[in-house]
């Protein structure tokens, strides 16, 4: 089976969202684009939706529809850029049926490609108001977290704009909307919860590619989003369970966490001495237990370890105990079960080392390059030329960006 979900033109107007500035009609401390809101948004819903779990409801979250959810106001977002809050929720209160409709319509030469009926979903998630309630409730909610994070810094750097407070007062009444969520309630008091997001938040500051300029000039928190909608598109051409997918998506989006506490190292950095990226990771996994540990329950945690420990690898959980080591065929024939909590390693390196060559590519299509940009480059595509993981051809996605370059 040929590839068709990581399609380039999809992949482009994602990556595109990295280039929507928020915010640019006030004055700005710092650049916000829409990509790292988008991406400390669904890590927010994360923790919104395990706050959910923890309650033992009789609801059960159900974590496809909740990423596959998130995704789609991305691609709608993007569509509908540029727009100011208010006047996009007049307009999509109005009108936002036929909105969804032309935003669906636009998409569809893109998503009708994802295997797996992504574009159906889609459409009905984007114009029936009932389909995918509770989900869409956790990312609303998520959304006015993300935003509310983000005016902060505006509010407490430049208290002086015109209207804001009466944008503080909008933010903080669609919150009260949302505080029968727990989640709602635990990060309102800007305690442990609270910390976990802000830290999460910080990976918006460190930038990719810190030793070379860019544009676009993308941050650590953008880069796990864009991983983890990579790994996600990849596993559509694969036979994966949903709980792969899922598991693929979550392990992609926190595969860079412990960068908030340990800053970007460049993997010629980590391959120049041995014994140096065991080094890190021992390091990395210590900031994880003193930093982040105190701030999560212990069942997030534990998953957090599992995505982050040995990001990867291909691994499973067997008899409590996990398991790496194994190949991508091994893995599609005996593992492709939710009991087994399987994690798509391989793939989220791929997708990794894809999302590095689009943004170095993409800034050299814009005409900023260096050194390190070019060499860059040349490394990833000497590594994945041709390079096939099951069905899914990672080769020709690094081709297709390839030819962007100059």
């Excluded at 959304?143 to 909008?170: D, M, S, V």
């Excluded at 029968?180 to 910080?202: N, P």
Aim: with cysteine; net charge negative; glycine share 6%.
């Amino acid at each position: 089976m040929q590839t068709q979900s990581l399609d380039k033109e999809l992949i482009e107007l994602i990556f595109g969202a990295a280039s929507i500035r928020r915010w640019n009609d006030q004055i700005n401390p710092m650049e916000f684009t829409e990509l790292d809101k988008q991406a400390h948004k669904m890590i927010i819903a994360w923790a919104l939706a395990r706050c959910e779990e923890d309650r033992r409801i009789t609801n059960p979250i159900k974590w496809k529809l909740l990423i596959e959810g998130a995704m789609f106001e991305l691609l709608q977002r993007i569509i509908l850029t540029d727009i100011k809050p208010p006047v996009f929720h007049r307009m999509m209160a109005e009108n936002g049926q036929q909105l969804n409709q032309w935003v669906i319509q636009e998409l569809a030469p893109m998503t009708q490609k994802i295997h797996g009926d992504f574009h159906e979903r889609m459409e009905r998630y984007l114009l029936d108001p009932g389909y995918a309630g509770y989900e869409k409730r956790i990312l609303k909610a998520a959304h006015y977290l993300a935003t509310q994070w983000e005016f902060n810094i505006l509010y407490k750097l430049c208290p002086f704009i015109r209207g804001i407070e009466q944008i503080k007062g909008e933010i903080e009444d669609q919150l009260e909307d949302h505080i029968d969520l727990i989640g709602v309630q635990k990060i309102a008091l800007q305690r442990k919860t609270y910390g976990f997001i802000d830290l999460c938040g910080q990976l918006r500051f460190q930038k990719r590619w810190s030793q070379s300029p860019r544009i676009p000039a993308t941050s650590v928190l953008g880069h796990m989003l864009m991983v983890a909608i990579l790994t996600y598109l990849a596993l559509c051409d694969t036979d994966a369970c949903e709980a792969r997918i899922v598991n693929g998506f979550q392990g992609a989006l926190f595969h860079d966490l412990p960068e908030a506490l340990t800053r970007d190292i460049t993997s010629p950095v980590k391959n120049a001495v041995d014994g140096l990226a065991e080094t890190i990771k021992k390091y990395e996994n210590l900031q994880m237990e003193e930093k982040v540990q105190p701030l999560v329950p212990p069942r997030w945690y534990r998953d957090l370890s599992y995505f982050t420990d040995n990001e990867f690898d291909n691994r499973v959980m067997l008899d409590k105990k996990i398991v790496t080591g194994l190949s991508f065929e091994e893995f599609c024939e005996k593992f492709n079960d939710a009991s087994f909590y399987p994690v798509d390693g391989e793939i989220i390196c791929c997708a990794d080392k894809l999302a590095a060559f689009i943004e170095a590519a993409e800034s050299i299509r814009n005409g900023v390059t260096s050194k390190h940009l070019q060499e860059g480059v040349e490394r990833l595509w000497k590594e994945y030329q041709g390079r096939m993981v099951g069905t899914v051809d990672v080769g020709a996605a690094f081709a297709a960006f390839r030819d962007i370059l100059p």
